[in-house]
Structures are given as structure tokens and as C-alpha cells.
């Protein structure tokens, strides 16, 4: 099954690509979005211009990380026939508890991100002690490819976060970053109240987990896409069969 993958808060997605060579390995070609570096949209925004014209016409399922998973929720909401599942990782439906989005709050953000901030900061909100993983961009050299205003539009788009209420009725995987700094355990009970059919996979690693644990993620999502197309499976075993003794007068055929 294909998978859309939505990027974080940089919206780039080059952090997300060995996660993708791992999902690829196990059965699931990616498709890495990426969103302007230098032009805000919304939250409705991107879900109309970027996410919408991107999608596959047969099955697939979305994996939304961070600052996109609001748009895989949205997505979910729509009820596409063709969405068979939703992953969300280290994300939120609901504006988080968040030191960041509360200096945000206060704090020039835009004018402070344009300062030149030691990259160990940036490792260290991040990714914590851990590293991505294979050689590649750092995360120092992906913040700086955004425009400073662009972050702190979208830090301020969290911020104001109301997603409409309403469940939605396709699976869910959340894979929770058990080393996140960034957002707490808690957050997963705003998701819930939306996707009542929600499992929830802890995988060591900072809150861009995808980055520095690609292969357990990816074994994660495999598993979770295994048992959609098992229930997709065993449905279709289950569909009516027409015998000649279902036709005889008074007799019925199997009901589903």
C-alpha cells in the first residue's frame, strides 16, 4: 500500500527520506510531500493545494508527522474511499503544552530565528542525544532552507489549532517518540477523541523519531498496514456466494 507522507514543522521532508527507503524495503512505496519554504499557507491552505492534488487514486494510507499531523486528521475527516489508514507521529489534534509554543507566544519568533543560533540548540530541541540516521543533510542545514517567518506562522497556526469535531472511522497507528522533549504523553488523548480505532506503538527516539529510528518506524507502519489489508481480506471472503440452493424457492443466501 502507498504511503503520503506529510512532513513536520520545516515542511521540507528531506529528514523523512531514509524512513522511506525502509518503508519501501518492507512493501510500501512513499510519497514525501514537502510544503514553500518561503510562503505560509494554512492549515486549510495545504490541505487543499498541496495535500489534496497529491493523493493516489487507489488505496493509501497517510503518515503525518508533528506540525502535519492536524492535516492527516483533517484529511481522515473527509472520509476518502480510497484512505485505508492513518499514521500519526510525536503529533497533536489539539494545540500541545509546549514551552515552545508558549515563548512562541510571547517571544518575536521570526526576528529571533532570523539571529544565527548555534546548531547544537537546534540538535538538542530536536533531536535530543540522538542523531538521524545514514549520512545526509543535518537538521541545522533543513532549519535553515525555511524562512524564519514561515516557522513562526506555522508555530502560530499550532497555537490557534481547532480541528471540527467528529470521528473518524479509518484505523489509526500513533507512534509515540518515548525520549520526545518536545511534546507530552498526553497529547495522544486529543487524537483519541477523534480516532476511536487508535493503536499507539512507542519507539525510542527523540520527537523526530522518523529521522532517527527509520527502521523501527517502518517495521511499525508495516504491521499496521498488514492488518488492514488482512481485515480488507477477510471482508471480501465474506461477501455473499449465490448457490443454486440460495435460488430454490424459500430458501435464502448467506447474509452479510
Avoid at 542525544?129 to 524562512?147: D, K, M, Q
Avoid at 507512534?175 to 519507539?203: F, M, N, W, Y
Wanted: with cysteine; hydrophobic share 45%.
Amino acid at each position: 500500500m502507498k504511503l503520503i507522507v506529510l512532513p513536520g514543522m520545516d515542511g521540507t521532508g528531506i529528514l523523512l527520506e531514509p524512513f522511506a527507503r525502509e518503508a519501501e524495503k518492507l512493501g510500501s512505496p512513499c510519497r514525501i510531500l514537502s510544503y514553500p519554504t518561503a510562503r505560509f499557507l494554512s492549515y486549510e491552505e495545504l490541505l487543499d493545494e498541496i495535500v489534496i492534488p497529491s493523493l493516489p487514486e487507489d488505496d493509501f494510507a497517510v503518515v503525518a508527522e508533528s506540525f502535519s499531523g492536524p492535516l492527516g486528521l483533517a484529511l481522515a475527516q473527509r472520509a476518502l474511499p480510497n484512505l485505508r489508514g492513518l499514521i500519526l507521529v510525536a503529533t497533536f489534534a489539539e494545540p500541545p503544552e509546549s514551552l515552545l509554543l508558549r515563548l512562541s507566544s510571547i517571544l518575536p519568533v521570526g526576528w529571533i530565528l532570523s539571529m544565527p543560533i548555534p546548531c547544537f540548540m537546534t540538535h538538542k530541541m530536536m533531536l535530543g542525544s540522538f542523531n538521524p540516521a545514514g549520512p545526509g543533510t543535518s537538521i541545522c542545514e533543513v532549519a535553515r532552507l525555511v524562512t524564519p517567518d514561515v516557522i513562526a506562522s506555522r508555530l502560530e497556526a499550532v497555537r490557534k489549532l481547532k480541528l471540527e469535531p467528529g470521528h473518524i472511522r479509518v484505523p489509526g497507528l500513533y507512534i509515540r517518540a518515548g525520549q520526545d522533549g518536545l511534546l507530552p504523553s498526553t497529547v495522544i488523548e486529543g487524537v483519541r477523541r477523534l480516532v476511536p480505532d487508535l493503536t499507539e506503538v512507542v519507539i525510542r527516539g527523540p520527537h523526530l523519531v522518523l529521522s532517527t529510528a527509520p527502521e523501527s518506524c517502518a517495521a511499525a507502519c508495516a504491521n499496521f498496514i498488514g492488518g488492514i489489508d488482512t481485515a480488507k481480506n477477510l471482508q471480501g471472503s465474506h461477501r455473499p456466494v449465490h448457490t443454486a440452493a440460495s435460488k430454490r424457492p424459500g430458501l435464502e443466501g448467506p447474509k452479510r
